[in-house]
C-alpha cells in the first residue's frame, strides 16, 4: 500500500500460524512516511497479537482472538476453541470456526490517503450473519474486570513508552470520544477516529500499547442472522509527537 507514492504497509493476506494464535490477514510493517514502523506482530508477550487487525475474542462462544481465552470466575485458560479469518480467493473474508464452518462473511476495504502532518489509513468493513444469530463478546463480557473489552479494529503498536490523549482529556479507556491518540517513544503518533454505536476505545500503554474500536466492550453484540454489521475507522499515521490541535485537525484540505 502507497501513500503519496511512498511505501507505508505491507498486507500479509493469509499467514501460516498455529491455530492457537487466531489466524487472520494484517498489515505489518505499517510505517509513517519518514520510514518510523508503527505496528508491532507475533510480539513477545502477546504473539496472537498482529499489526493492525480484525478480530473477536468471542465469536458464538469461538475464540478467532488467539490466546487464553477468559472464562467466567476461571480467568484465562487455554481452551481448544480457536477459530480463524481467511481471505479467499473470492476477495471475501471469512470467519471460520474450528471446524472450518463460516461464522461471518467479511467484506473489506484499505485505502492510504493523504492527510495533516502524515497519512491516512482509512479501513471499511461489513461483517454479515448467516442463517443463525452471531453474538459477539469480549473478555470483559465474559467477566473480566479492568476494562478488558477488546474486540474488533486493533492496532498492536511497536515497543516503546506510550501516551494515550482524547480530545476531552478523559481516561481514554472506555470512552467514546471523537477520536483517541497514542504517541510512542516519542516518535511517532496515531489518532484513530469512527466509532459507531455503542462501540468503545480500549487503549493500552502500560504493558504495550495498542488501540481498539471495540465492539463489545462492556456488551454483547449481536449480528442477527442474515444481517449486516458495517463500521468506517482512520488512522492518522504521523511522525513525531502532534499535540491536541494538530490530532484535531488531522484531515487535509
Known sequence: MFSDGVPVTTYVQAPELDIRLGPRPYLHPVRTLGGVVVTDALCVD??????????????????LWGGRTYVRDEGYVWRDDHGRIT??????????DGTGAVLLTE????????????????VGYTLTAPD?????????????????????????????EAVAFTPGGGEPNGSADEWVALTVAGAYTLVFDGLTGADRWFVRTGEYAGVCAALAFDKPLTIPAGETLTRQLNVLVADGVLTVADAARRWSG
Open 132 to 160: 443463525f444469530d452471531v453474538v459477539l463478546g469480549s473478555p470483559a463480557t465474559n467477566g473480566r474486570p479492568g476494562g478488558a473489552g477488546y474486540g474488533g479494529f486493533f492496532w498492536r503498536a511497536g515497543p516503546g
Open 87 to 96: 481471505h479467499d480467493d473470492d476477495g471475501l473474508l471469512r470467519w471460520r
Open 46 to 63: 502477546h504473539p496472537w497479537h498482529m499489526g493492525v487487525s480484525l478480530a473477536m475474542a468471542d465469536v458464538n462462544g469461538w475464540n
Open 107 to 122: 467484506r473489506r476495504t484499505m485505502r492510504a490517503t493523504a492527510a495533516r502532518h502524515g497519512w491516512m489509513l482509512r
